[in-house]
């Protein structure tokens, strides 16, 4: 079976892209429309700061992404608030988690740049 292709902005956070230029070398993508942006007007309260915690946890996310991150969000936000989630919920979290490149297995291949952001500054 075939690896998934990687998006160029996953790749670059990885920095796969400078390993393996070659892979990226003619590979034509859609262009975003912009970044993932700020949560819809309809999400309050722990929906949003779920939102802003995927936005800083999956840096490579952008607008094609809003979709997915919504319906992550909703999830995110129901565990947050201590709410009950189901074995169904949860397993549709962890499907978007891959959609969006943010499984465990992603996460090992993922290096980020050095900031001195405390965790505090996602409310921001």
Partial sequence: MA????????AAVEASD?????RFKNRKEPNSPGD???????????????WKTFQKE??????????VVEI???IRARLMAGEECGVQ?????RQCLGSMGATPSDASKVTLPDD?????????
Avoid: F
Avoid at 3 to 10: F, T
Avoid at 37 to 48: A, H, I, L, N, V
Avoid at 116 to 124: N, P, R, V
């Fill in 18 to 22: 400078k390993k393996n230029p070659q």
């Fill in 58 to 67: 999956i840096p490579w996310l952008n607008a094609s992404h809003r979709g």
């Fill in 36 to 50: 993932l942006g700020d949560p819809p007007e309809w999400m309050g309260g722990e929906q949003r700061l779920a």
């Fill in 116 to 124: 001195d952001e405390d965790e505090d500054d996602i409310l921001d």
């Fill in 3 to 10: 690896r998934p292709r990687v998006p160029r902005a996953k």
């Fill in 72 to 74: 992550a969000t909703i």
């Fill in 89 to 93: 919920a949860l397993n549709l979290l």
